[in-house]
């Protein structure tokens, strides 16, 4: 116990003596830096400027981030919206209607020799074309509800003709479906399909180009071939 009342007491006096000199030396300070001052204060005002000027720096630095972050956000809220607008349209036609659509999207974007089957039985060719660089494009078309998925076995049925029937260079499976399943999209990537979900549809609809979504579901690039004349 006497030693624990020494220890704690030489412990304080420690303390006192550290806040004594603490003490010395900042009057020593201030008192160096009255003598100094007309040589202090240029270093003080530039320091504290600096300090100001790094500060407005980071508070308008987050101020861009958090205006850049809600922009971005803002931006994909109006696009999916623009998207799905568009879609309205399609939506509301038939399934004959569609492929007949989706041919025109396939011309607009350059492809030529474009027909549609517009029949059961064609064997999941449902739109046949060429790209522009001479590609074979065969195209699934299934128009199902938003909310429906596109199961493995569609994908598996246009897996087993696009090619082999039809002698794909680019298979492409559209639907107006939010989402394939991840067998169906599975399938679409070992099989190298391009699986074209509403959102990239409604990029579609709205101007994006057929050659910037190929690369965006499976690798859907096919061997470099002309047509026959």
């Known amino acids: 116990m006497t030693r624990l009342r020494r220890h704690w007491r030489l412990k304080k006096r420690t303390r006192r003596r550290l806040q004594a000199w603490g003490a010395v030396a900042a009057v020593a300070a201030a008192v160096w830096t009255a003598r100094h ?97 001479g590609r074979k494009l065969v195209v699934q078309c299934k128009k199902y509800a938003p909310h429906r998925s596109v199961p493995s076995q569609d994908m598996q049925k246009f897996v087993g003709t696009a090619r082999l029937e039809h ?22 990537l070992r099989q190298d399909i391009v699986a074209l979900h509403r959102d990239l549809l409604g990029a579609w609809v709205k101007g994006a180009h057929l050659d910037t979504l190929i690369p965006l579901s499976g690798r859907g690039s096919g061997a470099r071939r002309r047509p026959s004349a």
């Open 37 to 133: 001052w007309t040589a202090v204060w240029p270093v003080l005002a530039t320091v504290l400027a600096a300090a100001t000027v790094a500060g407005t720096g980071r508070a308008l630095l987050r101020a861009h981030r958090r205006a850049v972050h809600h922009d971005r956000a803002w931006r994909a809220q109006e696009e999916a919206r623009a998207r799905e607008l568009s879609m309205a349209e399609v939506d509301a036609s038939s399934w004959q209607e569609f492929e007949t659509y989706i041919a025109d999207l396939c011309r607009r974007d350059g492809c030529t020799k474009v027909v549609v089957s517009g029949k059961s039985g064609d064997l999941g060719a449902d739109v046949i074309g060429y790209l522009a660089d």
């Open 167 to 188: 002698g794909a260079d680019v298979a492409l499976f559209v639907t107006t479906s939010r989402t394939f399943t991840k067998a169906a999209l599975s399938q679409a």
